[in-house]
C-alpha cells in the first residue's frame, strides 16, 4: 500500500518522483524495462531547450522557459554537469531574416532572455566551422546540453535516498478501483536471468494516487485509468552520433530555420 505510485522511469517519472520526495510519503515508481531511462529519455539529443520556436501563447512553450530555469537549479542540487552552450538558429537567405525575428519576437513574448541576432562576422568568430554562406543566426545563449540518461538516473538515485522505491522490469497492466484506493497488476518480467524473486509473476500495487508518466504508453496507461480522451500518435526520426573525439566541431547547438515539417 502507498501513497503514490509512479508509472514510468524516464525523466519525466524520476524528477516527480524526487520532488515527492520531501514529502512524508510512501512512494513507488514503477518502470516496464530492466533499466531507468530506457524509453525516449535515453535516446534524445540532451539539448535543455532556451524556449525558442514555441507558439508565445503555448503551454509547451512557458513549460520549456521554466523548466530551463529549474534544470540549472536542480542540476546545481544534484551536482550534475550542465553545460550553458548557447543556440544557434542559422539562415543563409535575406528574406529569412522576417522569420527569424518573428521567432525572435515569440521567444521573447515567452520570458527567453538575451536573444540577439548575429551576423555574420560574429558567426565567422564564434563558428569557424560554419557554412561561410550563413548569413545571420539567432543566438540564444540561456540554451544547454546535460547527459540525458545520467540526468535521470541523478534525479532517480537522489529520490532513492529520500526512500522512494524503484521497481524495474514492472510493467502495470491494469487499474483498478479498490475502495477509495486504486489496485494496480503488475506484470514482473522474467528477463533472461531473473534478478528478481517475483521473476515471471504478477503482484499487486494499493496507492492512494497514481501518476502516469508512462511517456509514449501514456495513452494505453491512462485507458486502464478509464480516460480516452487523448492518443498519442508516435513518430520516429534518425539522428546522427558523432565520435567525442569530433565534439570541438562547433561550439554552439546549431540549428536551421525550421520549417513546416
Ligand atoms: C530523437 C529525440 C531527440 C530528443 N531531443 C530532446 C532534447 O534535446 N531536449 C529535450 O528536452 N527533449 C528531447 N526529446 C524529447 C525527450 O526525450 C522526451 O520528451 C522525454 O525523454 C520524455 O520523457 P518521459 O519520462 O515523459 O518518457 P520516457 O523516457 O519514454 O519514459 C516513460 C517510461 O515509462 C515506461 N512505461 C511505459 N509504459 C509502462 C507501463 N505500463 N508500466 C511501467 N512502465 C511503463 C517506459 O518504459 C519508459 O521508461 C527528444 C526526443 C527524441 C525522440
Not at 24 to 38: D, S
Request: proline share 5%; glycine share 8%.
Amino acid at each position: 500500500m502507498y501513497d503514490v505510485l509512479i508509472i514510468g522511469g524516464g525523466v519525466t517519472g524520476a524528477a516527480i518522483s524526487r520532488e515527492l520526495s520531501r514529502y512524508h510519503l510512501k512512494i513507488a515508481l514503477l518502470e516496464k524495462e530492466a533499466e531507468l531511462a530506457f524509453g525516449v529519455s535515453k535516446s534524445n539529443s540532451g539539448i535543455i531547450h532556451p524556449g525558442t520556436q514555441n507558439p508565445p501563447d503555448s503551454l509547451k512553450g512557458k513549460l520549456c522557459v521554466q523548466g530551463n530555469k529549474l534544470t540549472r537549479k536542480l542540476a546545481k542540487e544534484l551536482g550534475v554537469h550542465f553545460e550553458e552552450v548557447g543556440e544557434l538558429i542559422v539562415i543563409f537567405k535575406e528574406e529569412e531574416m522576417a522569420q527569424l525575428q518573428k521567432i525572435k519576437q515569440d521567444a521573447e513574448t515567452l520570458g527567453v532572455g538575451g536573444l540577439r541576432i548575429v551576423d555574420r562576422q560574429w558567426l565567422r568568430e564564434n563558428e569557424p566551422n560554419l557554412n561561410p554562406d550563413a548569413l545571420a543566426a539567432l543566438y540564444a545563449p540561456t540554451a544547454g546540453i546535460i547527459s540525458p540518461y545520467r540526468w535521470v538516473y541523478d534525479l532517480a538515485e537522489n529520490a532513492a535516498k529520500n526512500g522512494v522505491e524503484i521497481f524495474l522490469e514492472h510493467k502495470v497492466t491494469s487499474i483498478t478501483k479498490d475502495g477509495k484506493n486504486l489496485r494496480l497488476n503488475v506484470s514482473v518480467s522474467s528477463g533472461e536471468e531473473p534478478r528478481s524473486s517475483f521473476a515471471g509473476s504478477e503482484r499487486t500495487f494499493l496507492a492512494r494516487y497514481v501518476i502516469n508518466a508512462a511517456g509514449l504508453f501514456a495513452d494505453e496507461v491512462a485507458r486502464m485509468a478509464g480516460i480516452t480522451d487523448f492518443v498519442i500518435k508516435p513518430r520516429k526520426g534518425e539522428e546522427f552520433l558523432l565520435d567525442k573525439k569530433r565534439e570541438h566541431i562547433v561550439n554552439h547547438i546549431i540549428f536551421p530555420l525550421p520549417t513546416p515539417t
